[in-house]
């Protein structure tokens, strides 16, 4: 998410060794994957986007190439954990501002770590290209889109992992804070979360304004990708939304 829902850049590595999980990706069906990175989307927008397979010996691949400047896929690494885990699933799509710049890291955290560079290092890479602006953000509003029904990253309460449907919006804040808004997220309760709020994924460049969708959208969200969800569990079942392990 990703939400990421990495609030806090230090509490997540410092938890890090709590994940223990197998390493090696999994290539989903294209098919299923298709649906699934699409599904961070509207509807209306799903059939100009462009989309983004992961193969997991070389990193993310174009499978179709869009119209509106939207790009998606569905990430598996968060470099900022210094963790590798095989179970992160989260469908997200960027605008054409994203997809110009945010975009990039995550492809390139996704071949990086394909060739074998190791959680740690890629973290380090991935913060030096920040610091010597081989990554910029982007230079004007803008949002990801991450609605889809299911995802599994960190969350609330704990950051630790966890299955969720937990549809919202990323609007495009570098080194804003909650304290720039006057934001108090608690992620020990769900009602302060539907305001907006600032997720820091990692470093400052990646801070995003969160806005979560309100209950009748997500119970609509749910119920038109019921099939989705339902295909997703069967795969695999860490992405089922009744899955509670970390």
């Given at each position: 998410?990703?939400?990421?829902?990495?609030?806090?850049?230090a509490a997540m590595i410092a938890a890090a060794p709590a994940y223990a999980?197998?390493?090696?990706?999994?290539?989903?069906?294209?098919?299923?994957?298709?649906?699934?990175?699409?599904?961070?989307?509207?509807?209306?927008?799903?059939?100009?986007?462009?989309?983004?397979?992961?193969?997991?010996?070389?990193?993310?691949?174009?499978?179709?190439?869009?119209?509106?400047?939207?790009?998606?896929?569905?990430?598996?690494?968060?470099?900022?954990?210094?963790?590798?885990?095989?179970?992160?699933?989260?469908?997200?799509?960027?605008?054409?501002?994203g997809a110009e710049t945010y975009l990039k890291y995550v492809r390139d955290?996704?071949?990086?770590?394909a060739q074998g560079l190791g959680p740690e290092a890629l973290k380090a890479?991935?913060?030096?290209?920040?610091?010597?602006?081989?990554?910029?953000?982007?230079?004007?509003?803008?949002?990801?889109?991450?609605?889809?029904?299911?995802?599994?990253?960190?969350?609330?309460?704990?950051?630790?992992?966890?299955?969720?449907?937990?549809?919202?919006?990323?609007?495009?804040?570098?080194?804003?804070?909650?304290?720039?808004?006057?934001?108090?997220?608690?992620?020990?309760?769900?009602?302060?979360?539907?305001?907006?709020?600032?997720?820091?994924?990692?470093?400052?460049?990646?801070?995003?304004?969160?806005?979560?969708?309100?209950?009748?959208?997500?119970?609509?969200?749910?119920?038109?990708?019921?099939?989705?969800?339902?295909?997703?569990?069967?795969?695999?079942?860490?992405?089922?939304?009744?899955?509670?392990?970390?």
């Amino acid at each position: 998410m990703n939400l990421g829902f990495a609030f806090a850049a230090a509490a997540m590595i410092a938890a890090a060794p709590a994940y223990a999980a197998g390493t090696t990706l999994d290539q989903m069906p294209p098919r299923l994957e298709t649906r699934f990175a699409l599904s961070a989307l509207p509807p209306a927008m799903r059939d100009k986007a462009t989309v983004y397979l992961l193969d997991p010996k070389t990193g993310y691949r174009l499978s179709r190439e869009g119209t509106s400047g939207v790009a998606c896929l569905v990430q598996r690494t968060q470099w900022e954990l210094a963790d590798f885990r095989n179970d992160i699933y989260y469908a997200v799509c960027y605008d054409a501002a994203g997809a110009e710049t945010y975009l990039k890291y995550v492809r390139d955290a996704a071949a990086l770590r394909a060739q074998g560079l190791g959680p740690e290092a890629l973290k380090a890479e991935i913060e030096k290209r920040y610091r010597d602006r081989t990554y910029k953000v982007p230079e004007k509003p803008g949002l990801s889109y991450m609605i889809g029904p299911v995802m599994r990253t960190i969350g609330p309460p704990d950051l630790e992992v966890h299955t969720m449907a937990m549809p919202h919006l990323m609007f495009y804040a570098p080194f804003l804070t909650n304290a720039d808004i006057g934001a108090l997220p608690d992620l020990a309760n769900p009602a302060s979360l539907q305001s907006p709020f600032i997720d820091r994924q990692g470093n400052g460049e990646q801070s995003y304004m969160i806005q979560m969708v309100g209950a009748a959208e997500k119970a609509r969200i749910l119920a038109d990708e019921k099939e989705l969800v339902d295909e997703l569990c069967a795969y695999r079942n860490v992405l089922c939304l009744d899955h509670t392990q970390h």
